[in-house]
């Protein structure tokens, strides 16, 4: 499966862009790289998801690398309801297998 | 579209009983997956059904757990006996097409709390 890297944490200010960074340089080529969030007490909520090209939809954009060995998540206008754990994945075989994410700490 | 139903929410048992979780995946959904949340980790499959097949089970601990998926629809796991170790959130995830928007996804459950005292 491919592996993929987040940094553990960051910090955001309201109102601001956060963008969230992960590595898979072991992807192959037809895997999709999604996004999910958890909220504490809450299930993984999807945000997006791409193959090669960059996807925005109501909640972020995706910005895949042309090489697709890392990606980035945008949120472009962070609030504090998005303080949440976000999970990069790359998806192998219809299997979902969650890293330890970013937690994301958006501040007033 | 009704979501991925879990139930109970929360569950607190004493060590060395049994406990059973519940789940109704998205209508249409033929693959199922149970997975296993511990605090501060990221979840971790334990099984994945195609219909009523299971097809990938091989994080799943054997001795004291185990599943079905009855008819391919709603699905148990189930823990017995329960062992302190086993506190964590149990997710349900269901995959499939959207009937409306025809998009593939992947929606999981607010999950079950369990805790072994």
């Known amino acids: 499966d491919a592996k993929t890297t987040q940094p553990p944490s960051m910090d955001c200010a309201e109102g601001r862009a956060a963008n969230l960074p992960c590595n898979h340089s072991?992807?192959?080529?037809?895997?999709?790289v999604y996004w999910y969030r958890q909220i504490h007490s809450q299930g993984p909520q999807y945000i997006i998801h791409g193959l090669k090209n960059n996807e925005t939809n109501e909640m972020a954009s995706l910005i895949i690398t042309e090489d697709r060995k890392s990606s980035t998540l945008i949120l472009p206008h962070a609030t504090l309801r998005d303080t949440a754990v976000y999970y990069c994945?790359?998806?192998?075989?219809?299997?979902?297998?969650f890293g330890a994410g970013t937690t994301v700490t958006v501040r007033a | 579209e009704a979501g991925v139903v879990q139930s109970p929410r929360y569950k607190i048992i004493e060590k060395k009983q049994p406990v059973a979780f519940w789940c109704n995946p998205i209508?249409?959904?033929?693959?199922l997956y149970w997975y296993r949340q511990n605090l501060g980790q990221g979840p971790e499959l334990l099984i994945r059904y195609e219909n009523e097949e299971a097809v990938d089970d091989s994080q799943l601990p054997k001795d004291r757990f185990s599943a079905e998926r009855l008819k391919g629809v709603d699905s148990t796991l189930k823990i017995q006996p329960a062992e302190l170790g086993d506190s964590a959130v149990y997710l349900c995830?269901?995959?499939?097409?959207?009937?409306?928007?025809?998009?593939?996804?992947?929606?999981f459950g607010s999950g079950t709390r369990l805790t072994v005292v």
């Open positions: 072991t992807i192959s080529g037809n895997e999709y």
């Open positions: 209508s249409g959904h033929n693959t």
């Open positions: 994945i790359v998806v192998n075989d219809y299997k979902l297998s």
């Open positions: 995830a269901s995959s499939g097409f959207s009937p409306g928007t025809g998009i593939f996804g992947y929606t």
